[in-house]
């Protein structure tokens, strides 16, 4: 599969990256020198250095010859121009980053598709979604819900009040409903199988239905902790403005800001109930006066990644139950999976996880690349004769490092166990570890 990306700034160098252990032939075009040097000789992948929106810039990196043409330069008009000139060249599909949600709008889909443009993703608006997920449970490090909610996923940070402790998973009972599909231990992923145990500290992941969601915090020893209520944003970005646009009516939001003109842009954009507060997010003082002491949720949204993990943990010294940190910094995730910052966002993962799932030859409806493990999530339908039907899990003999948490047949969610018979038809949820999805796609077409 030939793929070209337009722009080497961080979410196509992450996007390269990530593509260029797949085996597919990667292109990436730049005007600048200094950006294509940040990759190292070690990427299996082309690089050119042109100009992504003129047509000399895009024949000389072969976009007419692409399966997918990806642009995801910082500049909104230019990704839009660089899509419409590789579809005219030849392009089969294309896709392009924006920052304007009106153009997300269903209504626009038709316009955008008649001027060559398949595809539109929106980093900060899918980080401000997985943001408000993650708030609505004040408990868990991370949330996704598959087949339009019918399945859930979860991540919970385990302590030594949990009651699945040091018990081996064959033990805690064989109609259970939950399915472990990995554990983050101390950086290091685990598929696990019936004998391994959750330890306190680890970073279980659990799948399941929302039925079961009060049964599971009881476990996890998740009971005592106060849903969230009040909230506090320090950084007035876009991704902050769309979190207040998709908070629920039942929380309070109040957002600290250090620029002046920042402030005056959010009392514009946000909903009267937000409180925008002009001050420094990591002052003490001001943090005591806003509240901190009686806030659930601490958010930190600023383009530093080190002031966001610092301000999480200052807010948690506070007792705040909740931190959210944005991290772009990739390097700087696992220190903040140490230090036990809480939920982590970054949108290279976000917007690779949605681009991604467009290179896959199989029927995908959901990509999930998991911030913290070393992680895929990845929705497949099952399609007709697919060799996941042949037997029942068990004796699919699937690769090491790929476990099934659950399928969704006729709107109906079911946890999946080593004797569940997949059919035609079903929508599965399969769990893998980091580069596997085009490996295992090959069971469900």
């Known amino acids: 599969m030939r793929i070209v990306i337009a722009g080497a700034g961080n979410v196509g160098i992450h996007l390269a990256k990530l593509l260029s252990g797949e085996n597919q032939d990667i292109i990436l075009i730049d005007e600048s020198e200094e ?8 990427f299996d992948l082309l ?9 000399h810039g895009l024949k000389e990196a072969g976009a007419g010859d692409a399966d997918l043409f990806v642009a995801v330069t910082t500049d909104e ?6 899509a419409q000139l590789a579809h005219y060249l030849g392009a089969k599909k294309t896709v392009a980053r924006i920052n304007n949600y009106e153009y997300l709008q269903p209504k626009n889909k038709e316009f955008f598709t008649s001027i060559g443009v398949d595809s539109l993703i929106y980093p900060e608006m899918l980080a401000a979604k997985d943001i408000v997920d993650g708030m609505k449970l004040s408990w868990i490090r991370q949330w996704w819900e598959f087949a339009g909610g019918a399945l859930v996923m979860m991540g919970i940070k385990l302590r030594d009040n949990a009651q699945i402790l040091d018990k081996p998973l064959s033990e805690l009972g064989k109609e259970l409903p939950y399915h472990i599909v990995a554990i983050l231990r101390e950086g290091v992923t685990i598929i696990p199988s019936g004998n391994d145990t959750m330890q306190a500290g680890d970073l279980v992941y659990f799948m399941t239905m929302k039925k079961h969601i009060p049964h599971i ?3 996890a020893g998740k009971e005592e902790l106060p849903d969230v209520r009040d909230v506090i944003i320090m950084g007035g970005s876009r991704i902050a403005v769309r979190t207040a646009q998709l908070m629920p009516d039942y929380m309070n939001l109040k957002i600290i800001e250090s620029d002046m003109a920042k402030c005056n842009h959010l009392t514009e954009v946000c909903d009267d109930k937000v409180m925008i507060i002009n001050g420094d997010g990591r002052d003490p003082s001001l943090l005591k006066s806003e509240g901190i002491q009686h806030t659930e949720a601490f958010v ?6 080190e002031t966001n993990i610092l301000a999480c943990l200052a807010a948690k010294r506070f007792g705040v139950t909740k931190t959210i940190a944005e991290v772009e910094n990739i390097d700087y995730i ?12 970054n949108k290279k993962k976000i917007a690779a996880s949605h681009i991604y799932q467009m290179m896959l030859d199989a029927d995908v ?20 004769g697919a060799k996941i039907t042949r037997n029942p899990v068990k004796d699919i003999s699937l690769p090491r490092g790929v476990t099934i948490g659950g399928l969704i047949r006729d709107k109906e969610a079911i946890i999946v ?3 569940t018979q997949i059919l035609p038809g079903d929508h599965v949820v399969v769990f893998c570890l980091e580069g596997m999805i085009k490996t295992i796609e090959k069971y469900f077409n």
């Open 300 to 305: 930190a949204l600023t383009d530093n990644s």
């Open 77 to 82: 008009s230019r990704n839009l121009i660089s």
């Open 365 to 384: 409806t959901n990509v999930k690349c998991l911030t913290f493990a070393n992680a895929d999530v990845a929705e497949f339908n099952v399609m007709e």
């Open 217 to 219: 915090r009881r476990i």
């Open 417 to 419: 166990t080593g004797n």
């Open 35 to 42: 950006k294509l040097s940040r990759l190292d000789s070690s």
């Open 334 to 345: 696992n220190m903040a999976e140490k230090l036990d910052i809480g939920t982590v966002i």
């Open 47 to 55: 690089t050119i250095q042109e100009s992504p929106i003129t047509l």
